[in-house]
């Protein structure tokens, strides 16, 4: 039988890890999916959001303790925009830190780390052109009308968009392991090209899958993604007597 496997799932900005969730349902018995929910989201909406990247590299360095003591199965990673930001740095800090190369990598709609940010960042607004401006972009934030959810929301996404628009790469060893990246055909923020990039983050094997629609085909085609995701995974070498 294929080795057992922990495939942890990021989220993109202003998005709830537990959306994940689902792709148990669609992945094999033997790949555990482990939501990595950010603070101030979801089930911790009571925490203080991070908007500083050593922040949020702090609370995913205090998840990680969990994640690979004991070093029972190998660990693949998955992220969306900031989440595919969150997974790279993830992957660099499991190799640094913990000794463990990823099974696989996978990014999707996120342009390569080392490139720089091309769009107008918002983070910096007023509270108000801030909204006004995000729910241009964000279908989700146009669906939620009531002023006092998006006030709530509010800090949150501040803190995302701060973390997004405020990353810097630095340069570290490459990575080994394979990269999948997953892009929208149509998605502006991102392009074929852009995520085409993250070849250079790695060693090892590169691939380009790329799916009708925009920045948001991870909602809109999800089953799409998730089948990909477990193809990929499934491809991996190891395996375990029984």
Same mark, same amino acid.
């Given at each position: 039988?294929?080795?057992?496997?922990?495939?942890?799932?990021?989220?993109?900005?202003?998005?709830?890890?537990?959306?994940?969730?689902?792709?148990?349902?669609?992945?094999?018995?033997d790949i555990e999916v482990c939501p990595?929910? /950010?603070?101030?989201? =979801?089930?911790?909406?009571? !925490?203080?959001?991070?908007?500083?990247?050593? +922040?949020?590299?702090? +609370?995913? %360095?205090?998840?990680?303790?969990?994640? @690979?003591? #004991?070093? +029972? %199965? #190998?660990?693949?990673?998955? =992220?969306?925009? &900031?989440?595919?930001? /969150?997974?790279? !740095?993830?992957?660099?800090?499991?190799?640094?830190?913990?000794?463990?190369?990823?099974?696989? &990598?996978?990014?999707?709609?996120?342009?390569?780390?080392?490139?720089?940010?091309?769009?107008?960042? &918002?983070?910096?607004? #007023?509270?108000?052109?801030?909204?006004?401006?995000?729910? !241009? %972009?964000?279908? $989700?934030?146009?669906?939620? @009308? *009531?002023?006092?959810?998006?006030?709530?929301? /509010?800090?949150?996404?501040?803190? *995302?968009? @701060?973390?997004?628009?405020?990353?810097?790469?630095?340069?570290?060893? $490459?990575?080994?392991?394979?990269? @999948?990246?997953?892009?929208?055909?149509?998605?502006?923020?991102?392009?074929?090209?852009?995520?085409?990039?993250?070849?250079?983050h790695t060693t090892g094997r590169f !691939?380009?899958?790329?799916?009708?629609? +925009?920045?948001?085909?991870? *909602?809109?085609?999800?089953?799409?993604?998730?089948?990909t995701v477990g193809d990929r995974l499934?491809?991996?070498?190891?395996?375990?007597?029984?």
């Amino acid at each position: 039988m294929t080795e057992p496997l922990r495939l942890l799932c990021f989220p993109y900005a202003g998005g709830n890890a537990q959306t994940y969730v689902r792709w148990r349902r669609h992945l094999a018995p033997d790949i555990e999916v482990c939501p990595m929910q /950010l603070p101030g989201h =979801g089930e911790r909406i009571g !925490e203080p959001p991070r908007h500083r990247w050593d +922040d949020l590299l702090a +609370d995913i %360095r205090t998840r990680l303790a969990g994640l @690979t003591t #004991p070093r +029972d %199965r #190998p660990i693949a990673l998955f =992220g969306h925009s &900031l989440g595919a930001l /969150l997974a790279f !740095e993830c992957a660099r800090i499991l190799v640094s830190e913990h000794g463990i190369q990823p099974a696989r &990598l996978l990014v999707s709609g996120h342009r390569a780390p080392h490139l720089p940010l091309r769009e107008e960042t &918002l983070h910096h607004l #007023p509270d108000t052109e801030f909204l006004t401006r995000l729910s !241009e %972009r964000s279908r $989700t934030l146009r669906a939620l @009308t *009531d002023p006092e959810f998006r006030k709530l929301l /509010l800090p949150m996404l501040r803190a *995302d968009f @701060t973390a997004s628009e405020t990353y810097a790469f630095t340069e570290a060893p $490459t990575l080994t392991c394979p990269i @999948t990246a997953l892009g929208g055909e149509r998605d502006e923020d991102a392009t074929l090209g852009e995520v085409a990039a993250w070849q250079r983050h790695t060693t090892g094997r590169f !691939e380009l899958t790329a799916f009708p629609g +925009d920045h948001f085909f991870i *909602d809109d085609a999800w089953e799409a993604v998730v089948t990909t995701v477990g193809d990929r995974l499934r491809s991996r070498v190891g395996s375990t007597p029984r």
